[in-house]
């Protein structure tokens, strides 16, 4: 582990705790500062599980059912690339400055899925490339990784909902058959669902991000972890070290995954 970087995301003392990062040279680690969470996702700090605790089977998912492209199961890259860009599935098309599809490794095996771009994404084209980004990059930096080299990144819709508002459930069905054929395609061996709107569309519940965070669920078969938004961990940073939790339970569930046949 990257030790000057875990110390740049204020992650060392979480690091220390788990033993990934060499103890302090006199005293034992200090635990991470007290977690603050917001009203709406208090809960009691709690242990995360072994991946070898399944979540249980999450309620159906509140979103309205769409019908999915003519031919979106058959795509490869470039035409799912050139089906997205072309996309007018919802009324998002209308503002955008071009649709945002999804960066990485095209097999994975981590996938990261967002809410959706924001003003510099829909600027570049590119998933996370703002402040958020920038965090994201550095906590899969820590954990040795980064977009492209084993990570796929995409969002639950890859247009900007203006002014960054959180896209509707009739978007987010709207543009459900491309995640999902992008799921497809990178078969990874574990999802992290970064925050509510894609907590939500990948395991089908509506429970507080609190409560879903700490178990595996399954996206299609597939192992899931929640955790928190980028953007949500800028403004709330003692939730930081519960994300970087999240990661390194991510971490074990894929080992756990990439360990069976
Ligand atoms: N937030 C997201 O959820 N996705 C992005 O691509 C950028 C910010």
Not at 75 to 91: I, S, Y
Not at 152 to 161: E, G, S, T
Not at 232 to 255: H, I, M, S, V
Request: hydrophobic content about 45%; charged content about 25%.
């Amino acid at each position: 582990m990257d030790e000057r970087l875990l110390r740049e995301l204020e992650l060392l003392p979480v690091a220390r705790l788990y033993g990934l990062a060499t103890p302090a040279a006199r005293e034992p680690a200090p635990l991470p500062a007290a977690p603050r969470e917001p009203a709406a996702v208090a809960e009691a700090p709690r242990r995360v599980p072994t991946p070898a605790r399944q979540a249980p089977p999450s309620p159906a998912p509140a979103a309205p059912v769409v019908a999915p492209p003519a031919g979106v199961e058959a795509m490869d890259w470039e035409a799912l690339r050139a089906a997205v860009r072309d996309c007018r599935r919802c009324g998002l098309c209308e503002q955008r400055k071009q649709a945002v599809f999804g960066v990485g490794s095209p097999t994975g095996p981590w996938l990261f899925v967002g809410e959706g771009p924001g003003a510099e994404e829909d600027d570049r084209g590119e998933p996370f490339v703002g402040q958020a980004g920038r965090l994201l990059d550095g906590m899969l930096a820590a954990l040795r990784l980064a977009r492209g080299r084993e990570v796929y990144i995409a969002n639950v819709v890859k247009c900007r909902p203006p002014g960054n508002r959180v896209p509707t459930p009739g978007e987010a069905a709207a543009c459900a058959a491309w995640l999902d054929r992008q799921v497809e395609l990178v078969a990874p061996r574990v999802i992290v669902a970064l925050g509510k709107t894609a907590a939500t569309r990948l395991t089908g519940s509506e429970g507080s991000l609190a409560g879903l965070r700490g178990r595996v669920h399954a996206y299609r078969g597939i192992p899931l972890v929640v955790t928190y938004h980028p953007a949500y961990l800028l403004r709330n940073l003692p939730d930081k070290a519960k994300a970087w939790e999240d990661l390194l339970f991510a971490r074990r569930t894929l080992a756990e995954s990439a360990a069976r046949p």
